[in-house]
């Protein structure tokens, strides 16, 4: 199996997966989704509150803010020295106290740990008004997309990477211009593709020729895109996913030779 890098541009990573099968991307597309542990706020301990919003809303606010970390330095609570009653290894607290009028926002999160921070500055979480506030205590901790949405760590999916059999149309530059994504260009007089990234397979093209043109699936490579929507780098997401597998291989290989 072979990896080429086609794009990498802040959040996104794009790359094509080779010589591999539907069952092994999916295996990691699956694992990047739901397996990938990152760090969200788990639980608020509220001081005050007399905004509008409930202190139960404003908590799901608070966890659906991505959190910047450096995963090398957290521990799974149930994992951890501490036995998972929390310690600087396996959470980080947040502290905020802010008096309206004004909206309070993830900048005014005070971190425990200044190398963890929310990823922007600007996500509101409550509008205060005149003689409103707020302050609270809240403990993000590292958790798996499996068990709640905000420790999800990517957005990841893949497709098939379109093929050509034969691209052989009377009315050639008709098909190139009724791609409805683009993806087409002539090539010698036959249809070749611009940028097989644009193809959905949607198969258009098959429709409008007048000849032979068939498009297929190559199910032996995938273009993924992986988006992160944690604190995590979408390059770490995908090397921590192969990990887990090979993880879960290695245990099942254990109680295999127990057979
Ligand atoms: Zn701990």
């Not at 080779?18 to 788990?42: C, G, H, Q, Y």
């Not at 996500?123 to 993000?140: D, N, R, W």
């Not at 193809?199 to 699936?217: P, Y």
């Not at 993924?224 to 990990?243: D, N």
Request: charged residues 30%; contains cysteine; aromatic residues 8%.
């Amino acid at each position: 199996m072979k990896i080429k890098v086609i794009k990498k541009k802040g959040d996104v990573l794009t790359f094509l997966l080779k010589d591999s099968t539907p069952a092994f991307a999916n295996a990691l597309r699956r694992i990047m989704i739901s397996e990938v542990p990152a760090l969200a706020i788990e639980w608020v301990d509220f001081h005050d509150n007399s905004s509008v919003l409930f202190d139960e809303i404003i908590a799901h606010r608070l966890g659906m803010i991505p959190l910047k970390f450096d995963p090398s330095k957290f521990n799974m609570p149930d994992e951890c020295k501490c036995g998972g009653k929390g310690c600087p290894l396996c959470q980080v607290v947040f502290a905020l106290q802010k008096t309206g009028p004004g909206v309070a926002h993830s900048s005014d999160l005070k971190s425990s740990n200044k190398y963890v921070k929310p990823t922007d500055t600007k996500f509101p979480v409550v509008e205060l008004l005149k003689g409103q506030s707020i302050k609270f205590e809240a403990v993000a901790r590292l958790n798996i997309g499996r068990k709640h949405a905000k420790w999800q760590a990517a957005n990841a999916s893949y497709q098939y990477y379109p093929e050509i059999i034969s691209g052989d149309c009377k009315n050639a530059s008709k098909v190139v211009s009724e791609c409805p994504t683009g993806a087409l260009k002539l090539k010698y007089k036959k249809i070749d593709f611009k940028d097989p990234m644009l193809c959905n397979l949607c198969k258009k093209c098959e429709e409008v020729c007048t000849g032979n043109l068939k498009i297929k699936r190559d199910s032996t490579r995938f273009l993924f895109r992986v988006e992160t929507i944690s604190g995590l780098e979408p390059a770490y997401i995908v090397q921590k996913a192969a990990e887990i597998l090979e993880n879960k291989a290695e245990e099942f290989k254990k109680s295999a030779g127990k057979l």
